[in-house]
């Protein structure tokens, strides 16, 4: 079975600063695939960005780059120049290529962004 | 455009009764699922299809029932026996399997009054 942990309830950054969101799986499978989604306030689900086990290049989109370290099983979302809009909760979400088995969120992190 | 369409945004129940909400997308996926969200809980999985006229139940699936009679559409019913119905709930769907992402609906809410 998979297993998503985000540590980090809230977090605050200052508008303008880089923040690092805190995602660890637990898997036994060798192939699949982790996702980030962002929920604004209005509750809809924001593709963000999708790292491959076996990508070497860590994935970027834009200000949104994911810090993947495959030994520790991380997969850490890092937003550059934090914008007011950023502001919402932020889930990690995994699935293994085998299986068409669904994806497993984490709980999520809240993130504000202060002016 | 494609997307998925999740009616209504709001819906209110009464004890004991059953509701259903819908969920209708049209972008030719596969496979769609039904997610309930709880403040602090993150994302639980209720049902889930890979095909039509077929359907697994989740981590969750006690008091809600589905149907999968058409590819387009993934309607999930709560009944009278959830207990604890009130939540949000997305459904989303994807091609063949999760490992090509989700596309989510903007979901519903429901209370229970």
């Known amino acids: 079975a998979q297993k998503i942990t985000q540590t980090q309830p809230g977090m605050f950054v200052q508008e303008k600063e880089a923040v690092t969101l805190d995602c660890t799986y637990d898997?036994?499978?060798?192939?699949?695939?982790l996702f980030w989604y962002k929920q604004p306030s209005s509750g809809e689900m924001i593709f963000l960005i999708y790292?491959?086990?076996?990508?070497?290049q860590n994935a970027t989109e834009g200000r949104y780059s994911l810090n993947f370290q495959k030994a520790r099983k991380s997969a850490n979302l890092v937003i550059s120049a934090s914008q007011l809009g950023d502001s919402a909760m932020y889930f990690c979400?995994?699935?293994?290529?085998?299986?068409?088995?669904?994806?497993?969120f984490g709980k999520g992190t809240r993130l504000s962004v202060i002016a | 455009d494609g997307g998925i369409t999740q009616s209504p945004k709001y819906l209110f129940r009464k004890e004991g009764q059953n509701v259903t909400l819908s969920c209708e997308q049209n972008?030719?996926?596969?496979?769609m699922y039904w997610y309930r969200q709880d403040p602090g809980q993150g994302l639980r999985l209720i049902y889930y299809?890979?095909?039509?006229?077929?359907?697994q139940k989740g981590d969750i699936a006690e008091g809600y029932s589905v149907s999968r009679e058409k590819k387009e559409s993934f309607p999930l019913t709560v009944t009278s026996a959830q207990k604890n119905p009130t939540a949000f709930y997305l459904c989303?769907?994807?091609?063949?399997?999760?490992?090509?992402?989700?596309?989510f609906g903007s979901g519903t809410r429901l209370t229970v009054v």
């Open positions: 989303a769907s994807s091609l063949q399997g999760a490992i090509y992402g989700y596309t």
């Open positions: 898997t036994s499978d060798q192939s699949y695939g």
């Open positions: 790292q491959g086990s076996y990508d070497e």
């Open positions: 979400a995994m699935s293994p290529y085998s299986g068409n088995t669904p994806l497993v």
């Open positions: 972008l030719n996926h596969d496979a």
């Open positions: 299809s890979q095909i039509v006229n077929d359907f």
